[in-house]
């Protein structure tokens, strides 16, 4: 993206990119673009059905977090793409964490969360599987804005004191400590899509 830039003449400081030349930040750098006149445009890297190929290949946690958060799941292939990752054995507790508290999933470790066909029986039916065994992998990154996991653990805590949970508590989960490094957003997330922002001159 520097390379696009400096071929515009765009000499304003970019946001940064990661060694994987992706931004560390896609919002960022559509804000970027939008602020110094430079031609940008969404690139489409994986939608609909093909989002759940793609997640057989690319486990970067940092998209699988940004995805748990973004995603529809009004959508059949949103609720396909969260019990895929939270299946997947390089699925992270900050992933597990953020499906927890974005679905409002901890809320349901009651009497409601007792219908089998639901999506809330289903990921707490993973979650607490996995975390008797202790299974979901450590992932070295600080928390997204939008996941407060001490919230959430207090909340798990006291609904396990009001009435016995349908559930096991994820003792493991709890126990969890957040990362050290930046979380990265390198794509924008639109409901089932995952995009690119590509920098250029583009002809209709």
């Not at 750098?29 to 759940?52: H, I, K, Q, T």
């Amino acid at each position: 993206m520097r390379e696009k830039l400096q071929a515009l003449g765009i000499d304003v400081p970019s946001p940064p990119v990661g060694a994987d030349g992706l931004p560390d930040d896609a919002h960022a750098w559509m804000m970027f673009c939008m602020e110094n006149a430079v031609p940008w445009r969404f690139e489409d890297v994986a939608s609909g059905e093909d989002l759940l190929l793609w997640l057989d290949f690319n486990t970067d946690q940092n998209v699988w977090a940004d995805l748990v958060l973004g995603m529809n799941y009004d959508l059949e292939v949103c609720e396909k793409a969260l019990l895929q990752m939270l299946r997947h054995p390089e699925c992270s507790q900050l992933v597990a964490i953020a499906a927890l508290q974005h679905t409002h999933a901890e809320l349901y470790f009651g009497d409601k969360a007792s219908e089998p066909r639901g999506l809330m029986y289903k990921i707490l039916s993973i979650i607490t599987e996995r975390d008797a065994k202790n299974d979901f992998q450590v992932a070295d990154m600080l928390d997204p804005g939008e996941v407060d996991r001490w919230e959430l653990f207090d909340t798990l805590e006291e609904r396990a004191k009001i009435a016995a949970p349908y559930f096991p508590l994820p003792v493991n989960l709890m126990q969890s400590e957040e990362g050290t490094k930046k979380f990265r957003r390198p794509y924008v997330i639109e409901e089932s899509a995952i995009y690119k922002v590509t920098v250029g001159n583009f002809t209709a």
